[in-house]
């Protein structure tokens, strides 16, 4: 059965102090695995797709990268804005499915 | 990136009622799909919307309970049918458009069933 599990559930990070989260997936016919920002009481919002392992992709302080079994969001410098919770979700055979997320908090 | 707007907010419903969600899309879409997020938690798919017939569901989602309209490419209903507490969640309307798949999400609908 696929699966897609995110770790840590939390995070706490003081403002400058750098750390990432994981992404493991085991799903047949990858077609791409997508990172989320989710801001309480609203949508995710995009933020990058990726599509085969050893690709890269950056965003300001945001930076994704994949292998074959997982994903990494690394966030550099964070600051408090960075705050929200971070979802990955694979997409295969037409359909997308989402992990549990990992809840950052950036503290001053 | 698609713009999407969803009808209403919030709704705070009785036990035994029923709500339609609208979701509007400011492009014509192909994929379209909706989702329940509970308190605290990920997103779980419900159902695709296929223009021109029926939906797609998920383990676990039945038509009668969700049932789905996609009239046209760029709008889509979902009914939450006879709520019940368990019902109270956020449901949020989806696109994936372009040869990458990007999903844009709907600002969500915030439902409570009293």
């Known amino acids: 059965e696929d699966q897609v599990t995110q770790s840590p559930e939390a995070l706490r990070l003081q403002e400058g102090e750098s750390s990432s989260l994981n992404c493991s997936y085991t799903v047949s016919g990858l077609r791409g695995l997508f990172w989320y920002r989710q801001d309480p009481g609203k949508g995710p919002e995009f933020l990058f797709t990726l599509y085969s392992a050893g690709e890269e992709k950056e965003k300001e302080r945001l930076k994704a990268t994949l292998t074959k079994k997982e994903s990494f969001l690394h966030i550099t410098a964070p600051k408090p804005e960075d705050s929200a919770t971070y979802l990955c979700?694979?997409?295969?055979?037409?359909?997308?499915?989402f992990g549990a997320g990992t809840q950052v908090v950036v503290t001053p | 990136s698609a713009v999407i707007s969803q009808k209403p907010s919030r709704d705070i419903c009785q036990r035994g009622t029923s709500l339609t969600i609208q979701c509007q899309v400011d492009s014509q879409v192909t994929m379209m799909f909706w989702y329940r997020q509970q308190p605290g938690q990920s997103l779980t798919l419900i159902a695709t919307a296929n223009q021109g017939s029926e939906a797609t569901y998920e383990s676990g989602f039945v038509i009668d309970k969700f049932p789905i309209s996609r009239p046209n490419l760029t709008f889509s209903t979902l009914t939450v049918s006879n709520m019940s507490p368990e019902d109270s969640s956020i449901y949020l309307c989806s696109v994936a458009q372009g040869v990458s798949n990007e999903q844009f999400f709907g600002p969500g609908t915030r439902l409570t069933v009293l």
């Open positions: 979700a694979s997409f295969s055979w037409g359909k997308f499915q």
